[in-house]
């Protein structure tokens, strides 16, 4: 969802890559939020973090506490932040009904969204705050 979000609300200013360690289908009930706000990201594929190892990147953002502890270290002069949202796979896998399970999507959705909208500024501003906080 993030990588859809971003190339649709930033992409003329942001190169958006989604990647992840063990990196599985795209959920269908992620497909079927980003298709209520009218992204369609069903030909997005799990890319596994090996393939982006040689891409230049001014940042590397992690969005879950497993990424952010087991993230390889990419070469260059690359700024990691962390933003932790909670992950709506695991949310949706302990919810009573396919109802709720959407409902996870849909508030995280939106939390990323949020977020997408406040970059590229904040960027350097939540950089500079996580570097503070170590």
Do not use: W
């Not at 989604?18 to 990196?23: D, I, T, V």
């Not at 497909?31 to 040689?54: C, D, G």
């Not at 992690?62 to 796979?89: I, M, Q, S």
Request: proline residues 5%.
């Amino acid at each position: 969802m993030a990588e859809g979000l971003t190339k649709s609300l930033r992409g003329e200013s942001i190169y958006a890559q989604s990647a992840g360690l063990q990196p599985k289908r795209i959920h269908k009930l992620a497909i079927r939020a980003m298709f209520e706000i009218a992204m369609n990201i069903s030909n997005q594929y799990p890319k596994r973090i090996e393939e982006l190892e040689e891409t230049d990147f001014d940042y590397v953002i992690t969005l879950c506490d497993d990424a952010k502890e087991n993230c390889p270290v990419f070469p260059g002069n690359v700024r990691h932040l962390h933003v932790p949202f909670e992950d709506p796979v695991v949310l949706a896998e302990s919810a009573r009904d396919e109802k709720t399970a959407y409902k996870y999507f849909i508030r995280v959705r939106d939390q990323i969204r949020t977020f997408i909208a406040t970059m590229p500024k904040s960027l350097d501003r939540l950089y500079e705050q996580q570097q503070e906080e170590k």
